[in-house]
Antibody
């Protein structure tokens, strides 16, 4: 069965950095685009970033461009989200999600999420 | 950006009742590229519906999706205890940023 396991969430001060990981299993990781989605307290889901299966194509939402970097290591079946210059409004549960298939950017499997809290 | 508005924000119902959740888009969602997810505290969100009306693998037939253009509906025909959760819609037509609605919480009355 497909499993996605996020880790790396923590309490960090404004301006700080954090790296999230998402370990994948149960499918051919390199064949699928992967996406990061977050859920801030009291708000809806928010698309953050996406990366193609081979890592060639990467997209970010405007509010994280220049601060967040997503990449993947297909030899380790792991997705990463490097976050820097963190702000209070980045506080959220961060989910990694598997794209259904190429060209169809909805998500058939999600991890349980990892909490990032940005506060002094 | 195609803004999705879900209503109501909260739906208070009893087990066995029918739930009707709305998702309205600010622009036409081409090719009915709309998905619905269920989210419970501490659990991974679960894909319910894609293509506006296609049930994902393993989803019970009490869940159904309908609609087209800018107006979409998720219906739960008879609520089971495990169905009380938050439901999100998402459009996946446009290139990023893809957008989600604000969610509808279905709570026990």
């Amino acid at each position: 069965e497909v499993q996605l396991l996020e880790s790396g969430g923590d309490l960090v001060q404004p301006g700080g950095s954090l790296r999230l990981s998402c370990a994948a299993s149960g499918f051919t990781f390199s064949s699928y685009a992967m996406t990061w989605v977050r859920r801030a307290p009291g708000k809806g889901l928010e698309w953050v970033a996406a990366i193609s299966g081979d890592g060639t194509y990467i997209f970010y939402r405007d509010s994280v461009k220049g601060r967040f970097t997503t990449f993947r290591d297909n030899s380790k079946n792991t997705l990463y989200l490097e976050m820097s210059s963190l702000r209070a409004d980045d506080t959220a549960v961060y989910y990694c999600a598997k794209n259904f298939r190429n060209g169809m950017a909805f998500y058939d499997w999600w991890g349980q999420g990892t909490l990032v809290s940005v506060s002094s | 950006e195609n803004v999705l508005t879900q209503s109501p924000g909260t739906l208070s119902l009893s087990p066995g009742e029918r739930a009707t959740l709305s998702c309205r888009a600010s622009q036409t969602v081409a090719r009915n590229a709309l998905a619905w997810y269920q989210e419970k505290p501490g659990q991974a969100p679960r894909l319910l519906i894609y293509g506006a009306s296609t049930r994902a693998t393993g989803i019970p037939d009490r869940f159904s999706g309908s609609g087209s253009g800018t107006d979409f509906i998720l219906t739960i025909s008879r609520l089971e205890p495990e169905d009380f959760a938050v439901y999100h819609c998402q459009q996946y037509v446009e290139s990023p940023p893809l957008t989600f609605g604000g969610g509808t919480k279905v709570e026990i009355k």
